[in-house]
């Protein structure tokens, strides 16, 4: 595990300039730099720049995700105690230091940074995150001062990018909140250049075999039918305060199962934090589909891409990467 005092960025070569990567999400035009915006001379459309280029309205869609991160702006970047984050980089997407270490890379649904500060220690020659919500502000705060770094707040239906720009394209625990996962997977693929890699990892349909897996997972879909609907900062209010409580009760046997008849999720080998984080992220979220190996291997089929891997990823998970053909 690695400590933040050892950070250092790889140089990677001749600089990458951002804009050349970018393009007008409404007429699909090269931009250029304006005071303190990037502006399309095609369109005339201004897109404001305050550390985050934005290419949506800055209090877009993704409510939940907005608040979560901001109120949990570093919860998950890695540390000296716990590097989870590069754990699950590398066996969801498959992706290992060589394969990042001067690219282009794109992140699809950044929220506030945790996957994008490893690709930027990885050395990547310029680390892209994308994301609709105003998670986008932690991300900037967290890695907008690094040079390999850009974040963009943008939709991915719309997404502001050229196609065939990026090395790599990858998407963690995102596409599956979108209104179509398949969909959203699709607006990625004409990103990747020829022979560039694409990864994404989306909630799985059946977790563990049994009949303990399956009345939890019904337990967590018929609680969402009302959490869901309910003000995102009840939910919020509800894991600061009530996780704690039943973080606690949960070292007490038999009366630890009380904690399966509320909406909470529980951590043992993890902080406190994360517990309160989850359970926020689980139960305030609106939008949330689930897939089958098979149907997300059928994506990458029909999208022509060829190499495909399903990935080993923990319970709960559908890991699949491939590559775009070509050189």
């Known amino acids: 595990m ?68 901001k109120t949990f702006p570093r919860v998950q970047l890695d540390g000296a105690q716990l590097a989870d984050s590069e754990r699950r980089l590398r066996i969801e ?40 919500s105003a998670a986008v502000d932690a991300a900037a705060e967290n890695l907008g001062a690094r040079p390999n770094v850009l974040v963009l707040q943008g939709d991915i239906f719309r997404l502001p990018l050229a196609p065939a720009s990026f090395d790599v394209v990858y998407s963690i625990g995102v596409l599956h909140h979108t209104p179509s996962a398949e969909r959203a997977f699709r607006t990625l693929v004409p990103l990747v250049k020829p022979g560039g890699t694409i990864a994404i990892s989306v909630y799985a349909a059946v977790v563990k075999p049994g009949v303990g897996w399956a009345l939890n997972m019904f337990r967590r879909r018929f609680l969402r039918g009302f959490t869901r609907r309910l003000p995102k900062r009840v939910i919020l209010w509800w894991s600061l305060y009530a996780v704690p409580v039943f973080w606690l009760i949960d070292k007490v046997p038999v009366v630890r199962y009380v904690r399966y008849f509320f909406p909470v999720l529980l951590y043992r080998n993890y902080p406190l934090s994360w517990s309160i984080l989850d359970t926020f992220d689980t139960y305030a979220t609106e939008l949330e589909s689930r897939h089958r190996p098979k149907e997300v291997f059928r994506w990458f089929r029909e999208a022509g891409l060829v190499d495909i891997d399903l990935l080993d990823s923990d319970d709960g998970w559908v890991s699949v990467r491939g590559r775009v053909p070509g050189a």
């Not at 930027?120 to 680390?127: E, F, K, N, V, Y």
């Open 2 to 69: 690695f400590s933040p005092r050892d950070v250092r960025f790889v140089d990677p070569g001749a600089p990458v300039d951002p804009l050349a990567f970018l393009r007008c999400p409404a007429c699909g035009g090269a931009l250029e730099p304006a005071p303190h915006a990037v502006a399309c001379p095609a369109c005339r459309a201004l897109y404001p720049r305050d550390g985050v280029i934005r290419f949506v309205d800055r209090s877009a869609y993704a409510e939940s995700f907005g608040l979560q991160w």
């Open 93 to 132: 997407t498959g992706l290992g230091h060589d394969d990042l270490e001067g690219r282009v890379v794109l992140e699809a649904g950044c929220g506030m940074g945790r996957f994008l500060d490893v690709v930027s220690r990885d050395g990547a020659a310029l680390a892209v995150g994308v994301d609709l």
